[in-house]
């Protein structure tokens, strides 16, 4: 009915740290690139802003496609109250049990998921920053 409103407030909230997090890592780097240094990283590796990019490209993703599922289904309409489950308060209490229940759940294994993507992801730069000392050395 409405699990997909839970990950879709996640992805709000990934959203704006998401920007942040760019807007903070371009106000570090740039004196750096305004001395010409194009490449000019103290600690190259992946940033918090990519990190949450892939979060926000997860959870996104999984929020259209269970709208539109949803949509198909005749659970969302477009016009008030644009979710089915509330034209009556039993329907209502039902929606809130499956977005606490089923919707947190979602929330829950996405950022689980993407957990463990970002501590591939850091064992594979350390691995290679590893080789590329080795080789300098």
Known sequence: MACF???AAEAIV????YIAAKRREQKIQA?????G???AQEDAGITWSKRLSWLMGLLWGGVLLLAFEHFWHGEVVPFPPFLSAMASPEDTAEMLHEMATVGVSMAVTVT????GICAVA???VKAIKKSLAKDAA
């Open 37 to 39: 240094n194009k490449f």
């Open 112 to 115: 689980a998921v993407w957990g």
């Open 5 to 7: 409103v839970v990950p």
């Open 31 to 35: 004196p750096a690139l305004s001395e």
């Open 122 to 124: 850091q064992a594979k």
């Open 14 to 17: 990934v959203t704006a740290a």
